[in-house]
């Protein structure tokens, strides 16, 4: 048969970075492209236990189907580390799902029609713009500075959409330690946007893998911690994941969200799945109710914050004048921009021959500008390799920068 | 904020069983509702020495983010698995999904546009028909006998509606033990669909989460053994898993598909969760690299065998005269037609009182009608509660049959 594919995917292609990712794999090769956990993070050895004791004494249930909602041992772990923030929730406002990225694309589906206004920051996470163009929506583009997403800007936006009878539906923001940029929404914004979804009546997606991976700075409130999640009328869905503090490999994360759409997200899922993975579930619910998560995280963070100190003491270091980075607080990423007239993707090309590399940040948007960026990943590679990587990068970058002189 | 909810799940309502399955989760009730594997048929203790190794020794991986279209060793297993029923595939035509489920969705949301025709039996399998409704295509129903789909009324129906300017585009067709009535497709109608599938151009799922299991008659070949899957040009999509077999609790299966398709899956599933729990893929490799599968798959077979056989025996002799039922040569399920007047709606609510429950048949058709019959499942319970539960039924349905005459 030809190719008789929907409207829905034509405009789909491989994910950028999973190709170059291909590329990386090469052993030889110095990769700061990923967004991978160190495998040294992974509390694996906990897990073995916790496993072999399930596999012993629960095997009946683990193993078994689950409800689509989710494990209610797990719900409830999770309701008691959500309360930290300030949150008051119940059962029905939360649903377990493989990943964040299943959540995204279960509250889209549920949510969004063909056609339907998205805003995001610019740039953005890759794999929340495949999600948008899957259900059709179109994504209006949010700049992003030091403090987040461009609060006027997105007013401006909202204005505009409105006035044209197609308003802007949800906002997508990963606040905290964003990818691929590693900056932080303020606090005021943070306020300013709930405000906005009141007045304007949208979604805010607040996506937060990197939440708990805070190397220095102050804890800032949640956006969620700012609405009524509790209540019907709520305008905050949170997307939480264990990919970055237990393990990616077990696709485990959880919505929290009004009770009425986290009801529509459920029947969604039914379609998407039946049920997350029952026995990943379950391990998770016991390594949070034995107490485990705090003093693994600590260990996570201080071996992530030593490997970003040494990557940004690094690249202050090596790298020529011109180039600048952000600072960020905590997450996975640094984002560096070059001087305008250097391509990072002709650039990559010259790293991988150097061994070492990143992903260019037109990856992050649907325009496919901002070619002179792109994005670093400090959590993967081994402390002297960051080092090593970050020299061969700044011999790249110096070359070609002498050579467009 | 109101239920801004996007068209394409307007129509979705909570999957009938699964809230049937909520109210015979009561430990009185003998329920043949659900479609669960016996928990007496996980190996859970395989599996423990299987995760206590992989955790010890490649824990750095099989914790990691995986490939979206899933582990090597794994494709490679099922490849060779596969090559008994004289597939020539590479692992360019598979990739692993998050259970059968997700697969039918992921391929529908490549294949389907809204207003989409899809041939469906009748009556077919609720979550099939949950994922055509998420994608907005519309089924239309063929009559299904003891020899599965009625080839007939199928090629008139491709005739029809090809006439009409809207061809149907997919078949999706359970052809082995059929959920929910246990019928299985004869030979010469599956190599007659094949012939219709090339000649009106649509694709073929076929949905085989219970061939394995067969406790009777001579095994037929698969549908897709009679299409060319390794070429472009094949029609046939496979849907396995190992959820009847190994755990549902792990959602592990697999699509296998002519490559082009294949791909586009793969970018979908991008989307929707990035990959596949890989510590459940890799527990499953080692399971079917020990060769552990086969004795395994025999423990199950004599297990179900017996429940088969005495669900059957108790109801030849305990049900009353006018009540029929399929005689499955395997899979979970037996398909009951009661006098044309009995509601098996209404027949629940009288056998939930008795303390017994099954899943009425209507749940599995899109128009509600087919109201006289019901789905039985005979894995789960053991095989003194069959009995006794099959008796109680028998006292409702023979009290009811009395009341209507």
Request: proline share 6%.
């Amino acid at each position: 048969m030809d190719d008789p594919t929907a409207r829905r995917t034509s405009s789909m292609r491989a994910s950028e970075i999973r190709e170059i990712l291909k590329l990386t794999q090469r052993p030889d090769i110095i990769s700061f492209a990923g967004g991978l956990p160190n495998p040294e993070a992974f509390p694996h050895n906990e897990l073995r236990v916790i496993t072999n004791d399930l596999l012993k004494t629960r095997y009946s249930e683990v193993l078994q189907y689950g409800t689509t909602e989710g494990l209610v041992c797990l719900r409830e772990e999770i309701i008691k580390r959500m309360q930290r923030h300030r949150l008051d929730i119940t059962l029905d406002n939360i649903v377990i799902v493989a990943g964040a990225q299943q959540g995204l694309t279960a509250l889209s589906l549920v949510i969004l029609n063909p056609g339907d206004k998205v805003a995001v920051s610019y740039p953005t996470f890759t794999g929340a713009l495949s999600v948008f163009s899957l259900v059709e929506a179109d994504t209006v583009p949010i700049p992003i500075d030091d403090n987040g997403m461009n609060m006027d800007i997105l007013e401006k936006k909202l204005e505009e959409h409105l006035q044209n009878k197609n308003p802007i539906k949800l906002v997508y923001t990963v606040p905290t330690f964003q990818n691929p940029t590693g900056v932080t929404m303020s606090q005021p914004r943070r306020i300013k946007l709930v405000e906005l979804a009141r007045k304007y009546d949208f979604y805010i997606v607040e996506d937060n893998p990197y939440g708990e991976l805070r190397y220095s700075g102050e804890p800032l409130e949640l956006i969620i911690s700012y609405d009524k999640p509790g209540e019907t009328k709520g305008y905050t869905i949170y997307l939480g994941t264990f990919s970055k503090t237990i393990s990616p490999g077990f696709r485990v994360g959880w919505i929290i969200g009004p009770q009425n759409l986290i009801q529509r997200i459920i029947v969604a899922k039914q379609s998407l799945d039946l049920c997350t993975n029952v026995f990943s579930q379950a391990i998770i619910a016991e390594f949070l109710k034995k107490k485990l998560m705090d003093p693994h995280k600590e260990q996570i963070r201080t071996m992530y914050k030593q490997k970003r100190d040494i990557m940004l003491e690094t690249m202050k270091k090596h790298l020529p004048a011109g180039v600048n980075w952000t600072q960020p607080d905590g997450g996975l990423f640094i984002w560096v921009t070059l001087p305008k007239n250097i391509n990072s993707k002709n650039l990559l090309e010259k790293a991988i021959d150097e061994k070492v590399a990143f992903v260019p940040g037109q990856t992050f948007s649907t325009d496919g500008n901002i070619k002179n960026t792109f994005r670093l990943n400090f959590s993967n590679a081994s402390d002297d390799n960051i080092v090593k990587g970050i020299k061969r990068l700044a011999k790249v970058i110096t070359t070609e920068l002498e050579k467009s002189d």
